[in-house]
């Protein structure tokens, strides 16, 4: 498809579990993004890459979070140990000379 | 830290009506996007300005940049049922490309 894809779409889990979620970006699009939106925090940043340098991590919660980024294209958020204030609706964005476009997001709900 | 603050956070209007939001930084804006998102979906773009005065359209939005207040502000003429939604600014920081979003403002169009 032409826009950021995310998967799955809900995704809903015990407290304790791990979970991974998708991000497929534009093609094309050098830079991808991963933010955080709940109702206490409104939208937050989690983690940016950029090319081939290094993320940089700097919104990531706790270290129960994680991503990668595989051959420059999509990527993967981990969140480990999954707690109660994880849920959230995570969201992807890419991004080629500064317009950032956004997934349509994965509802997480930890139980 | 970079804090946006937007106005109103709740805006109902009378379609055919004129409105305006406005996003106001806590420092130097360096970049400022407009996004609209409706319930469940993600973010979509819909501008993104530089430089101070700065002033975009699409269709029958309107986008403006002051640098010197550091303040953008949207303005919608003749509204429309479509554009119901939360409107969210965000602001890039200096050197990287990560976004602060502000607490968005809700539009309603009533008939």
């Known amino acids: 498809g032409a826009g950021v894809s995310q998967s799955p779409s809900n995704k809903v889990t015990e407290k304790g579990k791990d979970v991974e979620l998708r991000c497929d970006p534009i093609?094309?699009?050098?830079?991808l993004y991963w933010y955080r939106q709940s109702l206490g925090q409104g939208l937050e940043f989690l983690i940016y890459?950029?090319?081939?340098?290094?993320?940089?991590k700097s919104g990531l919660p706790s270290d129960r979070f994680s991503a990668e980024r595989t051959g420059g294209s999509v990527s993967t958020l981990t969140i480990q140990r999954t707690q109660q204030e994880d849920s959230a609706v995570y969201l992807c964005?890419?991004?080629?000379?500064?317009?950032?476009?956004f997934g349509p997001g994965t509802r997480l709900t930890v139980l | 830290s970079q804090e946006l603050e937007q106005s109103p956070q709740s805006l109902i209007v009378q379609e055919g009506k004129n409105l305006t939001i406005n996003c106001t930084s806590s420092?130097?804006?360096?970049?400022l996007y407009w996004y609209k998102q409706k319930y469940g979906e993600g973010l979509i773009f819909l501008m993104m300005?530089?430089?101070?005065?700065e002033e975009k359209s699409h269709e029958k939005i309107t986008a403006k940049l002051d640098e010197k207040k550091q303040q953008s502000s949207l303005h919608i003429t003749a509204s429309q049922p479509s554009h119901a939604g939360i409107y969210l600014c965000?602001?890039?920081?200096?050197?990287?490309?990560?976004?602060?979003f502000g607490t968005g403002t809700r539009l309603t169009i009533i008939p």
């Open positions: 300005l530089q430089k101070g005065g």
């Open positions: 964005a890419s991004s080629f000379r500064g317009s950032q476009y």
């Open positions: 093609s094309g699009h050098t830079a």
């Open positions: 890459f950029q090319g081939n340098s290094a993320p940089d």
């Open positions: 965000g602001a890039a920081n200096f050197g990287n490309e990560k976004l602060t």
């Open positions: 420092k130097t804006l360096y970049g």
